[in-house]
């Protein structure tokens, strides 16, 4: 009989270039160098090793990139180790070890309907991926697309009210919460198409359809009820949450597959905006297709797929030319 051990994987690296990041200064590396001298990043290495034998859990960095004079490059590369935790590290790479942590995931549900504290989670993951992971590069639109999944999902979550609940039928107010007016249904004003105020109550709320809601379009065709399907991409139920990559990938696609939904399903109605913003495709899709800008997304591998000549652009996924992130275990 042969004796076997166990296979246990204790330790995850994550690997990937990055564009923007600040200079590491003589002080934040051993403090040996002359003065003005620095590391511009190009490649971070991040080993996440889980507690094993006695040995507390721990992360590690390792930050290659070129030389610098004060802010001018120099010549050679070097690659500059950190340990000891993320707590003795520059501010910005102990951010880059907390966002790309295995550990940080977002919460799981296990139901269909997603509650609010998970919902306010997930609006909180997406607001740290504007704020902290996107290159300075990055195309405003993506920045504009993923913000307004943030607002959605809190929308979403503020709405979210126990089963039993019986909303009103011309707005988003609970019925019976109008200051006490058990009356409000009788005393609803008509619907006005884009009125704002609930008449009853003398507040904001949107007015639709019984039982319907309209939703909200941007400029750029992504409304807030594409919340449900960004939600969808990375909600995961059971233990297999996905990680940080993962869920930065999905909503990747998600996005993209939203965009190519809405640019197929809707036009430009407007009469009077023609011209605004004329280096975007999803503000102004009449104007002429020579002046699509057709950006690459190089941070995140996205870019315009259609020929000269359409009006709105869709997205493919491309391999990343500045981020990729390689996984190890």
Request: charged content about 20%; overall charge negative; glycine content about 8%.
């Amino acid at each position: 009989m042969t004796n076997q051990t166990a296979r246990t994987p204790y330790a995850t690296k994550i690997r990937y270039g990055i564009t923007g990041a600040p200079i590491l200064t003589e002080d934040e590396m051993d403090g040996s160098h002359a003065p003005g001298v620095g590391v511009r990043p190009s490649v971070i290495e991040l080993v996440y090793s889980a507690a094993r034998a006695g040995m507390p859990a721990s992360v590690s960095a390792a930050v290659t990139g070129e030389w610098t004079r004060f802010g001018r490059p120099a010549d050679g590369q070097v690659t500059v180790h950190f340990a000891g935790g993320p707590d003795g590290w520059p501010g910005w790479l102990a951010e880059e070890a907390r966002l790309h942590d295995p550990a940080a995931v977002l919460p799981a549900t296990t139901d269909q309907t997603a509650g609010p504290a998970a919902l306010r989670g997930a609006a909180d993951f997406f607001e740290r991926t504007l704020e902290h992971s996107l290159d300075p590069g990055s195309d405003p639109r993506y920045c504009t697309a993923v913000r307004d999944v943030v607002l959605g999902l809190r929308r979403k979550a503020d709405e979210t009210q126990p089963a039993e609940t019986e909303r009103c039928a011309h707005c988003t107010h609970p019925k019976g919460d109008h200051d006490g007016r058990a009356d409000h249904r009788a005393n609803h004003s008509p619907l006005v198409a884009g009125d704002p105020w609930c008449h009853a109550c003398n507040a904001p709320c949107d007015h639709t359809a019984v039982g319907a809601r309209q939703a909200t379009e941007t400029a750029h065709g992504l409304s807030v009820q594409h919340a449900d399907a960004l939600w969808d991409a990375i909600a995961v139920p059971g233990p297999d949450r996905p990680t940080y990559p993962q869920q930065h990938q999905r909503v990747c696609r998600a996005v993209r597959e939203i965009l190519e939904e809405t640019a197929a399903a809707e036009t430009h109605a407007c009469d009077s905006c023609e011209g605004v913003d004329p280096d975007t495709c999803f503000n102004n899709p009449h104007r002429p297709p020579e002046q699509c800008p057709r950006s690459e997304f190089d941070g995140y591998g996205l870019q315009c797929q259609k020929p000269a000549g359409h009006n709105l652009c869709t997205f493919e996924e491309q391999p990343a030319a500045h981020r990729a992130v390689t996984r190890q275990d």
